[in-house]
Nanobody, 120 residues
């Protein structure tokens, strides 16, 4: 079992930046696909970004392409989400996830989430 703990959320004005971190512990970290999801009030959960164990295969949701960057440091068992040019519509709770795929119906490890609030 992998345990995930997010940090780095907060409040920022539109156009600003935040960096989220997700520290993993438990089972071997470097063989998992890791990802960030978010859920805004009244909306469905959305995949923001995902990265495989090598760091060479990365995907982004259409709404964040060109603004967000996902990365991982297997030596530190940590992944990051650099969020630039933030918009009010990025406001959500951001969750870290880990499993062999990013199908949310089958993900076995979730963090508790960190709130990101972007004001206009």
């Amino acid at each position: 079992q992998v345990q995930l703990v997010e940090s780095g959320g907060g409040s920022v004005q539109a156009g600003g930046s935040l960096r989220l971190s997700c520290a993993a512990s438990g089972r071997t970290f470097d063989r998992y696909i890791m990802g960030w999801f978010r859920r805004a009030p009244g909306k469905d959960r959305e995949l923001v970004a995902a990265i495989d164990w090598s760091g060479e295969n990365i995907s982004y949701g259409d709404s964040v392409k060109g603004r967000f960057t996902i990365s991982r440091d297997n030596a530190k068992n940590t992944i990051y989400l650099q969020m630039n040019s933030l918009k009010p519509e990025d406001t959500a709770v951001y969750y870290c996830a880990a499993d062999s795929s990013m199908d949310p119906s089958s993900i076995g490890a979730w963090g508790r989430g960190t709130q990101v609030t972007v004001s206009s």
